[in-house]
């Protein structure tokens, strides 16, 4: 309970803006030295910068907007898989950082995982703060109300994602609700590319879910708090 309450008393000071200076490398780079799965390095070639691909282990180009506290990283793969990472710095009035980091792999177009860590500093240390920052985003949190359990497994069979985007600019994230609609449409029309085990969940979706579910959900950053919260739905 005192850790939990420490943590908590210093994510109050976080204020709502990306910090202006490309110290988001140097952050980035001291969460790594504690957080092992975080794969990819970031150095600077030439005019750009580049990580290593774990795969081809040659040097990659990424994205990193320093202005904006912002680093992309797009891995394209092989085999046809893809792995993007966003890294985005946020800060305190009194410069206390706060760092998402966002990973989704993909077997394209769609993505099939999706994670958003948060990390802060104890002291000089980095920890993950993901449980005091961030909401639990689901696929419930994009039916309505009057929606029944059942729907939500026929989503579940479908292989419906949730997918996060971090901000390069702002402080809202998004998470937007993903569906193979090639495959929906193939059940749904008859087609034969595309049989499933059991296209009673597909039927359900075209016939009755696609029109009333939600697609978009904003996550509000609150000050007084400290912390993102779910906030408007879109469709």
């Known amino acids: 309970m005192l850790r939990k309450s420490l943590i908590a008393l210093g994510l109050i000071a976080l204020a709502g803006g990306a910090v202006a200076d490309p110290s988001v490398v140097d952050a980035y780079r001291d969460i790594r030295r504690v957080t092992p799965d975080l794969t990819y390095d970031l150095r600077q070639q030439g005019n750009g910068w580049v990580t290593t691909s774990p795969d081809w282990g040659t040097a990659l180009p990424i994205t990193v907007n320093g202005p904006a506290g912002f680093v992309e990283i797009m891995d394209e793969g092989t085999g046809g898989g ?93 998470a937007q609700l993903i569906t193979h609609d090639s495959e929906i449409a193939a059940v749904c029309k008859g087609e034969t590319w595309f049989v499933p085990s059991d296209p009673a969940p597909y039927l359900t979706y075209c016939d009755r879910l696609q029109d009333h579910l939600f697609h978009t959900l904003d996550l509000d950053w609150i000050k007084s708090e400290a912390r993102f919260e779910k906030g408007g739905l879109s469709r």
């Not at 980095?126 to 359990?149: E, K």
């Open 82 to 174: 893809s792995y993007r990472t966003q890294i985005v710095l946020w800060r305190a009035g009194d410069g206390t950082p706060l760092v998402g980091i966002g990973e989704t792999a993909y077997t394209p177009p769609w993505p099939d995982t999706t994670r958003v860590r948060f990390f802060g500093k104890d002291g000089e240390n980095w920890s993950d703060w993901t449980d005091y920052v961030w909401p639990d985003v689901t696929l419930a949190d994009f039916m309505p109300d009057d929606m029944r359990i059942s729907d939500l497994r026929a989503l579940e069979a479908i292989r419906a994602q949730v997918f996060v985007t971090l901000p390069q600019k702002g402080t809202r994230p998004v």
